[in-house]
């Protein structure tokens, strides 16, 4: 995947130290993978989540680091690019409506 601006995933690593080693990871899979649809999408990340936001757009969820952090992207199969919306703590998420 072609992902959209990763400096930004360097940002949130240096906000979030314990999630860097993790959030790295997570960007050398994204960056091999060649992902058309969601469930290839979670054949390599087993716990990534799909949901529609208000605009009934979906948007992907990723557990970072032991399930401590959430990042949350959207993915243009078609185009192969994937861009880095949000980043934020479990309980952050929690709290968040995104549906």
């Given at each position: 995947?072609?992902?959209?601006?990763?400096?930004?995933?360097?940002e949130w690593?240096e906000?979030?130290p314990?999630s860097?080693?993790?959030?790295l990871r997570?960007?050398?899979?994204a960056?091999k993978?060649?992902?058309?649809?969601f469930?290839?999408?979670?054949r390599?990340?087993?716990?990534?989540?799909?949901?529609?936001v208000?605009?009934?757009?979906?948007v992907?969820?990723?557990?970072i680091?032991g399930n401590?952090?959430?990042l949350?992207?959207a993915i243009?199969?078609?185009?192969?690019r994937l861009f880095?919306?949000?980043?934020?703590?479990h309980?952050d998420?929690?709290?968040?409506?995104?549906?």
């Amino acid at each position: 995947m072609k992902i959209i601006k990763p400096s930004t995933l360097v940002e949130w690593a240096e906000i979030h130290p314990t999630s860097a080693k993790s959030l790295l990871r997570w960007l050398e899979i994204a960056k091999k993978a060649r992902w058309s649809t969601f469930s290839e999408v979670r054949r390599d990340v087993p716990s990534a989540d799909m949901v529609k936001v208000g605009s009934l757009k979906p948007v992907f969820i990723f557990n970072i680091a032991g399930n401590q952090f959430r990042l949350i992207a959207a993915i243009h199969f078609n185009t192969g690019r994937l861009f880095l919306l949000d980043f934020m703590t479990h309980s952050d998420y929690s709290k968040e409506t995104l549906i």
